[in-house]
């Protein structure tokens, strides 16, 4: 009889903290940042990078105003892009017609500064888009540089179109930018409570072996 009941109390409590862990995951899901894996994306994103002149607040002001210009141009043309080559073809081929674009908002706003662009690898920090996280490392980076280009940085991912989703929608679309990050990694990492349910249900066991 003693057996019986140790076995049935063992089963309700595993159940029990079954429903709770689940419940607990489905409620924090769609908060759960993605870790993406260095080595998975180092060779697979485009970063978007607009440096201003200097860190003046017109300087900075003028950055912004550049990055949403060429951003506008380039969304319909990158936004369903299928690789990284095809990206790199793509803003390569409009190179020029970015840098036309860049420099009228500069002279537009009353300056002077020569503008450059380069497609180069370049460092970046860690970054988070929404719950989406980028490790910090060298990635490939489309720079457009103002200037000097000695001021403070703007920064996003061109492939996969991060960037549009960022400053078009105001805000990541987390299924969406999930979705293209899934495509060109198969090495993401998400904090999960296995362990610790894991963990759980081995000292409740040894709990109710105690009691008997």
Not at 4 to 22: D, K, P
Not at 148 to 158: F, K, P, R
């Amino acid at each position: 009889m003693k057996k019986f009941i140790y076995i049935l109390m063992i089963g309700v409590s595993l159940t029990f903290i079954s429903g709770c862990t689940s419940s607990e995951m489905n409620e924090n899901s769609n908060n759960e940042e993605v870790v993406y894996d260095y080595d998975s994306v180092k060779d697979e994103l485009i970063r978007f990078h607009v440096i201003a002149n200097s860190d003046s607040r017109e300087d900075q002001e003028l950055k912004l105003k550049v990055r949403d210009e060429v951003i506008k141009y380039l969304e319909p043309l990158l936004k369903n892009s299928k690789s990284i080559e095809e990206s790199r073809k793509i803003i390569k081929q409009n190179n020029k017609k970015v840098i036309n674009i860049a420099e009228k908002v500069v002279k537009d706003n009353g300056y002077s500064y020569n503008v450059q662009t380069e497609l180069s690898r370049e460092n970046f920090p860690e970054k988070v888009y929404g719950k989406i996280v980028l490790p910090q490392g060298e990635y490939e980076a489309y720079r457009i540089l103002i200037g000097d280009a000695s001021g403070q940085n703007w920064w996003c991912v061109m492939f996969p179109p991060l960037c549009f989703v960022d400053v078009t929608k105001g805000s990541v679309a987390y299924n969406e930018t999930e979705r293209r990050m899934d495509e060109v990694s198969k090495n993401k990492k998400t904090e999960e409570n296995t362990d610790e349910e894991y963990e759980l249900k081995f000292k409740i066991v040894e709990v109710l072996k105690d009691a008997f």
